[in-house]
């Protein structure tokens, strides 16, 4: 167990050195992936079913500071803080009821920035270990190409929950079951599965390239001090 926290040591030294070489470039891809992850769904909805007619930020939140100075019990709070809306989209449908709705809770805001703080790692190391040299030729590009996959396959693998806007009384789906229109029941639990089980894939398959990465450019860093004495 002794060579457990030297070894997260080693990566979070390779993950820092990868960051601070390319602060700006790591930045702009974070707040790329984050951006992604809240527009393109509302985006492919649009396109592909009706332009949204409406947008709001949840009203309550306004009373937030309120709730968490009441005498709530604090599991009551956490519970239902990682639940409720922050924001949504929804498309006005006939006869008043809505066509489609996009609904983000906290728990999908962490989970956006987790993964957009992943994928911004992934590429500051991807490009720290080519600058070192380690990484070149189809590597270095299928490298890149594997991210991008990544950042893609969970904005749109992501659950939306309409229902918690809309009512409409069906399972939470991924943005890509919502794009198409009188689907069976079975196909959108089907669906709804997958997508909890894309989102989970997707966030630990980054996770452990990201530690393996940073994990490399701290040895190879260590090694570069160590003959440099």
Avoid at 152 to 180: D, H, I, K, R
Avoid at 190 to 197: D, F, I, N
Wanted: net charge positive; with cysteine.
């Amino acid at each position: 167990m002794a060579g457990l926290p030297r070894a997260v040591t080693t990566t979070f030294r390779g993950l820092g050195a990868a960051v601070r070489a390319r602060p700006g470039a790591t930045l702009a891809v974070l707040v790329s992936v984050f951006a992604l992850h809240v527009f393109l769904p509302p985006l492919l909805l649009a396109v592909t079913r009706k332009p949204w007619t409406y947008f709001t930020f949840n009203p309550w939140l306004a009373q937030l500071p309120h709730y968490l100075v009441s005498s709530a019990p604090l599991d009551q709070k956490i519970d239902f803080l990682s639940r409720v809306a922050v924001f949504w989209f929804s498309a006005d449908g006939p006869y008043g009821f809505p066509e489609w709705g996009f609904a983000v809770d906290a728990m999908d805001l962490v989970r956006f920035l987790a993964m957009s703080l992943l994928v911004g790692a992934y590429f500051a190391l991807v490009l720290h270990r080519r600058e070192q040299g380690r990484l070149a030729g189809w590597r270095a590009g299928t490298s890149r190409a594997g991210g991008i996959v990544g950042a893609f396959a969970g904005v749109l693998g992501l659950s939306t929950g309409p229902c918690s806007v809309v009512g409409c009384g069906a399972p939470v789906l991924p943005v890509v079951g919502l794009v198409f229109a009188g689907l069976s029941s079975g196909t959108l639990a089907l669906l709804s599965g997958a997508s909890r089980v894309l989102s989970a894939l997707v966030l630990l398959a980054l996770t452990l390239v990201v530690a393996w990465l940073g994990w490399q450019a701290g040895s190879t860093s260590a090694a570069r001090a160590s003959s440099a004495r």
